[in-house]
């Protein structure tokens, strides 16, 4: 059996620990918050028997084999290396870091104690995900030449809430344009060339992202993010020789479609039980098990290259922004005598 403390008890680490019921040869046994309320009524919620108000007190808990980090992004490397550093095994919530900086450190901390640590994507490891990597890996679409993937949601403008709030890593980009890039990243491989632009909103973070992602062999991403505007939340993968069409939600879809040329379509099943989060939890596991201190479907290169990708993303959007305000008369959209911001 398994062992697992949970830190940062919010929305996130509920469904974490309600998949981890759908799991047979692991239990959380111990949660950590900085409230000591937060850390009781979660554990009362999922029957863990010790709370901690102190992420050092969960850290020497010698009953915790492995963390999940489910804490703000902000504090992702700060906490990650606080487990590590107590021998602590990780699986760390994406995104993994604020940026490929914090990602490299991450990493070199793991690597030097020889302790597991992976990012959450967990979109890699649902079934429809490892059918899609079958059919990639079949040559059923030929050589895959163009990715493109959105997600984005509308949200009330919530200052308070950490998708609006840049102290905390918020923003399009860092918690919804992760999935776009990272499945460019796993059809066509790291991104070499990056042209982005986006919008800025009122609380200071990316509301609207917008990238195309060159990479080997004349392949294109074309990716889009968005946090106050709804959009199709799909993914299509064209090939020389066919496509994959990946449903809404493109993060966890229960089935995709390979259309082949002259073979018609094929509608391939990937539906499952509960959240889906039980899927990553399973990877960690087997990898522990077989003495892995990195997943191969999620290894860390592939983490610090996302996190690169990302880093180059929001630097050309912070750009454009700044070029776009400046372009703008000081007296625009200022009816009633006021300057505009």
């Known amino acids: 059996m398994i062992?697992?403390?949970?830190?940062?008890?919010?929305?996130?680490?509920?469904?974490?620990?309600?998949?981890?019921?759908?799991?047979?040869?692991?239990?959380i046994v111990a949660v950590a918050s900085r409230s000591i309320e937060r850390a009781t009524a979660f554990g009362d919620r999922f029957r863990i028997p010790t709370r901690y108000d102190d992420y050092a007190a969960l850290a020497a808990d010698p009953d915790v084999d492995v963390v999940y980090v489910?804490?703000?992004?902000?504090?992702?490397?700060?906490?990650?290396?606080?487990?590590?550093?107590?021998?602590?095994?990780?699986?760390?919530?994406?995104?993994?870091?604020?940026?490929?900086?914090?990602?490299?450190?991450?990493?070199?901390?793991a690597r030097a104690r020889g302790l597991f640590l992976m990012e959450a994507i967990w979109s890699r490891f649902l079934p429809t995900y490892r059918s899609l990597v079958d059919v990639l890996a079949s040559g059923r679409i030929g050589q895959p030449l163009l990715v493109e993937a959105d997600f984005g949601m509308r949200w009330p403008i919530r200052p308070e809430h950490r998708l609006f709030d840049p102290d905390l890593g918020g923003g399009a980009l860092l918690d919804l344009g992760i999935y776009p890039v990272q499945l460019c990243s796993l059809v066509l491989g790291s991104a070499e060339h990056v042209a982005a632009a986006g919008v800025i909103g009122e609380t200071g973070v990316d509301e609207q992202v917008a990238a195309v992602l060159r990479h080997a062999r004349g392949a294109l991403g074309v990716v889009k993010a968005a946090i106050r505007v709804t959009m199709t939340c799909t993914a299509r993968i064209a090939g020389t020789d066919g496509s994959i069409d990946l449903p809404a939600f493109m993060h966890c879809p229960n089935a995709l479609t390979v259309t082949t040329r002259p073979g018609g379509a094929e509608h391939i099943d990937g539906s499952y039980e509960g959240n889906g989060l039980q899927f990553e939890i399973a990877e960690v596991h087997r990898c522990l098990l077989e003495g892995l201190t990195e997943s191969p479907v999620?290894?860390?290169?592939?983490?610090?290259?996302?996190?690169?990708?990302?880093?180059?993303?929001?630097?050309?959007?912070?750009?454009s922004a700044a070029r776009s305000r400046s372009s703008?008369?000081?007296?625009?959209?200022a009816s009633d005598g006021r300057r505009a911001r």
Request: hydrophobic share 45%.
């Open 328 to 333: 703008v008369p000081a007296h625009a959209g």
């Open 3 to 27: 062992r697992w403390g949970v830190v940062g008890p919010g929305e996130i680490a509920a469904g974490f620990a309600e998949a981890m019921r759908l799991v047979d040869d692991g239990e």
């Open 298 to 319: 999620m290894p860390l290169d592939e983490t610090i290259a996302l996190a690169s990708t990302l880093d180059a993303i929001r630097a050309q959007v912070l750009t």
């Open 70 to 109: 489910a804490t703000p992004a902000s504090r992702h490397e700060q906490d990650t290396v606080t487990f590590l550093e107590a021998g602590k095994h990780i699986l760390c919530e994406k995104p993994f870091a604020i940026n490929a900086r914090q990602a490299r450190q991450m990493a070199e901390h």
